[in-house]
């Protein structure tokens, strides 16, 4: 299979899942172009519908769709090289959050604090490689 039919091929076997929930969703896919978007918008939708309980996506500066920010089943959520951005009114809503791992990521300004307020149950977060990340402030994290 030629690597720029992958993303259909991906969306036709998530077609055929089945299953109500899902305990851990993976995604590394490092030649993003601008029309996969669609396709990564899509298994991203898929992971949130599916309820998922751990999340991992290496995304080459993806910016992440609107619907995943809004998933209060996810337990576990590494983001490595993708764009966290949160638009005026949009809201993070991880209530079930435990874990935050992010890696190779640069934030615009207040992201990191409208995060941790939509983690109410986050314990630990690890930053690695990030960049224009300043005044973590959050009483529930551990140390």
Not at 9 to 37: C, M, S, T, W
Not at 75 to 88: F, I, V, Y
Not at 90 to 119: A, C, E, P, Y
Request: hydrophobic content about 40%.
């Amino acid at each position: 299979m030629r690597r720029s039919h992958l993303p259909d091929a991906i969306d036709n076997i998530l077609r055929q899942y089945l299953g109500k929930k899902l305990e851990r969703f993976n995604v590394h896919y490092n030649l993003v172009e601008p029309h996969h978007k669609p396709n990564i918008d899509s298994w991203i939708s898929f992971a949130v519908d599916a309820q998922v309980e751990n999340l991992s996506l290496t995304l080459f500066k993806y910016v992440l769709s609107l619907n995943f920010y809004t998933n209060p089943f996810l337990c576990e959520l590494s983001l490595n090289d993708c764009l966290l951005t949160l638009e005026k009114g949009i809201f993070v809503n991880w209530n079930s959050l435990v874990q935050l791992h992010l890696r190779d990521m640069s934030f615009g300004v207040g992201v990191i604090r409208d995060v941790l307020k939509g983690t109410p149950k986050l314990h630990t977060m690890k930053l690695l490689s990030c960049t224009r990340v300043c005044n973590i402030i959050s009483e529930g994290l551990s140390t």
